[in-house]
C-alpha cells in the first residue's frame, strides 16, 4: 500500500524558508516520478517542483525557481522540498505526489512532459499547510 506523509508545514515570515518533507512508503523510488503540489484557499491545485528517476532529474514551476529545490533521499525514501525566500503568495496547502514512471521510453515520452499534470499523480499526501505573514 502506498503511503505519503507530509511535514514541516508551519508559520514563516515573508523572506524566510521552510523544508518540507515528504515520507514515501509502498513503491520503488527509481521507477516513480515524485512531485509536491499546493493549493490556496479557492484556488485549483498547482504544481510545485517534481523528482523523477531517483533524483536524476527535477522540475519547477517558472514561479519557484531558484527560490525552492527539490531533493530526494532514496535510501530513507524521503523527498524534500526546501523553500526560500518565501512571500505571502507561497501561502497554501502543499501535498506531495507520486506517480509510476516504470521505464526510461515512458519517462522520455510522457513523464517528462506532462511532470506538472495534476492528473498524472496517482497517490496523494494529506497535505501540509504553509503560512507565509508580509
Known amino acids: 500500500q502506498v503511503q505519503l506523509v507530509e511535514s514541516g508545514g508551519g508559520s514563516v515570515q515573508a523572506g524566510g524558508s521552510l523544508r518540507l518533507s515528504c515520507s514515501v512508503s509502498?513503491?520503488?523510488?527509481?521507477?516513480?516520478?515524485l512531485g509536491w503540489f499546493r493549493q490556496a484557499p479557492g484556488k485549483e491545485r498547482e504544481f510545485v517542483a517534481a523528482i523523477a528517476w531517483s533524483g536524476d532529474n527535477t522540475y519547477y514551476a517558472d514561479s519557484e525557481k531558484g527560490r525552492f529545490t527539490i531533493t530526494s533521499d532514496n535510501a530513507k525514501n524521503m523527498v524534500y522540498l526546501q523553500m526560500n525566500s518565501l512571500k505571502p503568495e507561497d501561502t497554501a496547502v502543499y501535498y506531495c505526489?507520486?506517480?509510476?514512471?516504470?521505464?526510461?521510453?515512458?519517462?522520455?515520452?510522457?513523464?517528462?512532459?506532462?511532470?506538472?499534470?495534476?492528473?498524472?499523480?496517482?497517490?496523494w499526501g494529506q497535505g501540509t499547510q504553509v503560512t507565509v505573514s508580509s
Open positions: 509502498g513503491l520503488t523510488f527509481s521507477r516513480h516520478g
Open positions: 505526489a507520486a506517480t509510476t514512471i516504470g521505464s526510461p521510453t515512458v519517462y522520455k515520452t510522457y513523464y517528462s512532459r506532462n511532470y506538472y499534470r495534476v492528473t498524472l499523480y496517482d497517490y
